[in-house]
């Protein structure tokens, strides 16, 4: 997959070099280096071929894309809101919106975007985690868990809606489930802080302080700006002395 990246950008390069104002090649090597995670290039790329194309409306979704993964979630949402005025039909922007307005913690409009971007394109399953982790922001956890079912039955290897699902089931109390999400989720992305602050949490709740020591322990290891795992591994300590 890696090659195959590489070998798109190093083509859409001679393309470029070949014809520098051909805006279909700055789209595609965009495209490429958002794929390999150089979200800057992406940035670059696909600003050049809206200079070239002002109506690109793949480039506005490429570019909304990084500057969702950088974090930029104003960037993205507007981005996306050029797309979506010119192709209305255009499902990845409504669900780039809806990922940087759940990032924005605007759960509302990240429901609605998730929903439409849903109603384009109905067996996808990143749209439906979006929207559970909407409806875990709302604290609508039934909402959340049904969501993020869906999500994983169309795409068992979703990491992060077992991550959602799991904080939800926590929520509800139901320590088992959230256990067993939560284990599900660190196994598909052990790198992820979130799984083990559920799980630490839950282990805490249910008594197992020894349990919940080691994963909110791994949890501030892999994120030590998680200040609420903090505060649950200080209750676990104290209650294990």
């Not at 990491?159 to 999400?181: N, P, Q, V």
């Not at 598909?188 to 919940?212: C, E, H, M, N, V």
Request: neutral net charge.
């Amino acid at each position: 997959m890696k090659g195959e990246i590489d070998q798109t950008i190093a083509d859409a390069g001679e393309a470029i070099r070949l014809d520098p104002l051909y805006a279909a090649s700055y789209g595609t090597r965009a495209e490429a280096y958002l794929a390999k995670g150089e979200y800057d290039q992406a940035i670059a790329d696909a600003t050049e071929a809206l200079r070239l194309a002002p109506r690109a409306v793949p480039a506005f979704g490429t570019r909304a894309a990084a500057h969702r993964l950088r974090g930029e979630f104003d960037q993205a949402i507007a981005d996306a809101t050029a797309a979506l005025r010119l192709n209305p039909q255009f499902a990845f922007a409504w669900f780039t919106r809806a990922t940087a307005c759940l990032g924005k913690g605007a759960f509302d409009q990240a429901i609605a975007d998730a929903t439409e971007a849903l109603r384009l394109v109905p067996a996808a399953a990143s749209p439906f985690g979006t929207r559970a982790a909407a409806h875990l922001g709302r604290k609508d956890f039934d909402r959340a868990i049904a969501d993020a079912t869906e999500a994983v039955r169309l795409d068992p290897r979703y990491a992060a809606a077992f991550g959602t699902r799991a904080e939800a089931h926590r929520m509800k109390g139901e320590l088992d489930r959230a256990i067993a999400d939560a284990a599900e989720a660190i196994r598909l992305q052990p790198g992820s802080p979130l799984p083990y602050g559920t799980r630490g949490s839950a282990f805490r709740l249910k008594g197992d302080f020894i349990s919940a020591i080691a994963d909110l322990t791994e949890a501030l290891r892999l994120d030590p700006q998680m200040t609420w795992a903090r505060r649950q591994l200080d209750l676990a300590q104290r209650r294990e002395r």
